[in-house]
């Protein structure tokens, strides 16, 4: 079946500008996750959605970053006003009990 | 906080080597552990996990086991071949939430 896909894969953009990440889980899987992994920090968690309630955001670095998840299913991240320590992979997994099932990711550049 | 330490890489064996990476972990309450690989250009995969102690988690001809004592889950296989070359993760999980601590990550290259 189809896995875990993000789009887009690959994303340019400005310092200061806006940026929408997508992820749209395996269908029926009630936990999604965001990480990021860059070169300085590692794998980070960033936020974690389960079924209908309120999402776990520990992991969030700033109030730059948001994210949400409509319908119990696909996802979005955002981050405002972009910044180059930004720059990153952003990973985003589903899954139904421990195993996680990761996508391909999104890498971000900010110039 | 919960958090991983694995062993720096990078890692160089020939092919049919014996390959071990340490991990050790600090965490509250009753860890689960897992291994991640990430082969080149592909997503993270779960590798091998191990949810109490004792447990041994085997996966490819990868083995782990979950060391309370010692608090460790260090990777082993007895003959690397070349198609292991990958990004190694340890990581831990902690309560019904399962978000992931992840290690610094171990780059293997094996040579044939």
């Known amino acids: 079946g189809a896995g875990v896909s993000q789009s887009p894969s690959n994303k340019v953009t400005e310092k200061g500008k806006d940026v929408e990440l997508r992820c749209d889980p395996i269908s029926g899987h009630t936990a999604l996750y965001w990480y990021r992994q860059s070169l300085g920090q590692g794998l980070e968690f960033l936020i974690y959605?389960?079924?209908?309630?309120?999402?776990?955001k520990s992991g969030l670095p700033s109030d730059r970053f948001s994210a949400e998840r409509t319908g119990g299913s696909v996802s979005t991240l955002t981050i405002q006003r972009t910044q180059q320590e930004d720059s990153a992979v952003y990973l985003c997994?589903?899954?139904?009990?421990?195993?996680?099932?990761f996508g391909p990711g999104t890498r971000l550049t900010v110039l | 906080g919960d958090s991983v330490t694995q062993m720096e890489g990078p890692v160089t064996l020939s092919e049919e080597a014996f390959l071990t990476i340490n991990c050790t972990y600090t965490?509250?309450?009753?860890?689960?552990l897992f291994w991640y690989v990430q082969y080149p250009g592909e997503g993270l995969q779960l590798l091998l996990k191990a949810t109490k102690a004792d447990d041994k988690g085997s996966n490819k001809g990868f083995e782990a086991t979950y060391r309370k004592e010692t608090t460790s889950f260090h990777l082993e296989k007895g003959s690397v071949q070349v198609s292991d070359s990958a990004v190694y993760f340890c990581a831990l999980s902690v309560g019904n939430d399962y978000k992931l601590s992840f290690g610094a990550g171990t780059t293997v290259t094996v040579r044939a």
């Open positions: 997994a589903s899954s139904l009990a421990v195993e996680q099932f």
């Open positions: 959605f389960q079924g209908n309630s309120a999402p776990d």
């Open positions: 965490a509250t309450g009753y860890p689960s």
